[in-house]
């Protein structure tokens, strides 16, 4: 299994819808320093790197990417 970044987040919130849509899809991730930001919220080189096999990239940026759209569209 050959894992690939595919997003930073410092927020926790965030981080928990993203492993929601990816548990919910069967996508197997990994997240470097997952609990750093909640220790030190706001420093920025405290982030959680979430890591996916690459055979799962495209399906979980497209996921992502519809996450976005619906955060900008409510935002807005």
Do not use: C, W
């Not at 706001?42 to 990239?57: C, I």
């Not at 979980?60 to 409510?74: D, F, G, K």
Request: net charge neutral.
């Amino acid at each position: 299994m050959r894992m690939i970044h595919l997003i930073n987040t410092q927020d926790v919130g965030e981080l928990a819808i993203i492993k929601s849509l990816l548990d919910g899809n069967r996508i197997a991730y990994v997240i470097h320093g997952e609990h750093m930001s909640s220790l030190y919220p706001g420093v920025p080189f405290f982030v959680s790197r979430v890591m996916v096999d690459v055979s799962d990239q495209a399906r979980a940026e497209v996921l992502l990417s519809r996450l976005r759209l619906s955060i900008r569209e409510a935002s807005a």
